[in-house]
């Protein structure tokens, strides 16, 4: 099995900065791509970026320019700078991952419990 463990969120004013973790654990043999989602009450759920293991990234066009993703391959981590936040960031955010587990090869995608960031105004 694999597990996704998200920290990092919190309550922030508007303006201000929270950086996201997430580290994958378990069988892994491999993760590709890595990604952030969040869903905001009473809303679907949404991509907010995601990384290749190759480091090629997407945003969505709500945060580009002011959130960034990375990755550090050899701890099997993903990263989200939260930077100017806005009020209407607000909501639970998921880390996501797409990978091979161990032993038997058979591709994954797993899914973080959330980690709620809140912005106020």
């Known amino acids: 099995q694999v597990q996704l463990v998200e920290s990092g969120g919190g309550l922030v004013q508007a303006g201000g900065s929270l950086r996201l973790s997430c580290a994958a654990s378990g069988s892994i043999f491999s993760i590709s791509a890595m990604g952030w989602y969040r869903q905001a009450p009473g809303k679907q759920r949404e991509l907010v970026a995601t990384?290749?293991?190759?480091?090629?990234?997407n945003y969505a066009d709500s945060v580009k320019g002011r959130f960034t993703i990375s990755r550090d391959n050899a701890k099997n981590t993903v990263y989200l700078q939260m930077n100017s936040l806005k009020p209407e960031d607000t909501a639970v955010y998921y880390c996501n991952a797409d990978g091979i587990a161990t032993m038997t090869y058979v591709t994954f995608n797993c899914w973080g419990q959330g980690t709620q960031v809140t912005v106020s105004s």
């Open positions: 990384i290749t293991r190759g480091g090629t990234t």
